[in-house]
């Protein structure tokens, strides 16, 4: 700075420090502290020239076309529709989770705590059926396979009446409950059996 002073002729407008010769705002005296007239540097001239051009940029993909992802409302339902895009509805995308018929005891007995608690309404405790069908006969709607089932149980048949429990069971005690039902109660002879509904396997 003091070299490129010292080459240009000193401008009347301007008071030089007599020890570096740097530039000195005029009249700028605060007790006898001066303050120096510097440039400003060159790469801060280009940030601010680059802010400009971002500005500019900016407001004709706000205000001109309308550029979804400028606009945080939109932005943020496309990102809660990618998010729901992603997430499991079946049971293939569902990673670590397995759909094999669980025949150990606790899983069993966990199994019955949510078939007495939840199922039972409809479907009776000992599976002879009520709204829902029977479950000990060997007839089936939507087919004897685990996976089947499963799936009713996830997805329900809302339009007849069985309830979907994809949010409100998790995958391991759906699984539970189905194998509850293929374990122990298949086979069973209820109180009051509902007639058979769909096809024998
Ligand atoms: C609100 C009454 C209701 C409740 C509660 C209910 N279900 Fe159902 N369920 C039904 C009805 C009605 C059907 C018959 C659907 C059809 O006709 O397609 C059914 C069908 C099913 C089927 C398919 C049967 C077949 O023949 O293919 C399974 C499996 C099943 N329910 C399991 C369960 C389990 C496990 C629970 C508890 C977590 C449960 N249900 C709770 C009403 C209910």
Redesign the pocket.
């Known amino acids: 700075m003091a070299t490129d002073n010292a080459k240009k002729p000193p401008v009347e407008d301007y008071e030089y420090d007599t020890l570096t010769n740097e530039r000195l705002i005029k009249d700028h005296d605060y007790d006898g502290i001066r303050e120096l007239d510097n440039d400003l540097p060159t790469w801060w001239k280009w940030l601010f020239y680059i802010t400009i051009v971002f500005s500019v940029v900016y407001m004709i993909r706000l205000w001109v076309f309308h550029s979804d992802d400028l606009v945080q409302e939109r932005e943020f339902a496309i990102e809660m529709e990618e998010a729901a895009a992603k997430t499991p509805t079946d049971t293939k995308a569902a990673g670590e989770f397995q759909l094999v018929l669980l025949e150990d005891e606790a899983s069993l007995a966990s199994g019955k705590e949510?078939?007495d608690k939840?199922?039972a309404?409809?479907?009776l405790v000992d599976g002879g059926g009520l709204?829902?069908?029977n479950m000990t006969d060997n007839?089936?709607?939507?087919?004897d396979k685990l996976d089947q089932?499963f799936k009713?149980?996830t997805n329900g048949?809302i339009e007849?009446?069985?309830?979907p429990?994809r949010d409100q069971?998790s995958e391991q005690k759906r699984l539970e409950?189905?194998s509850y039902?293929m374990v122990k109660l298949q086979g069973t002879t209820p109180a009051n059996p509902k007639e058979p509904?769909?096809d024998p396997y």
């Open positions: 949510t078939w939840i199922c309404v409809c479907h709204v829902g069908p007839y089936w709607i939507h087919g089932q009713i149980i048949v007849k009446g069985m309830i429990y069971l409950v189905i039902v509904q769909g």
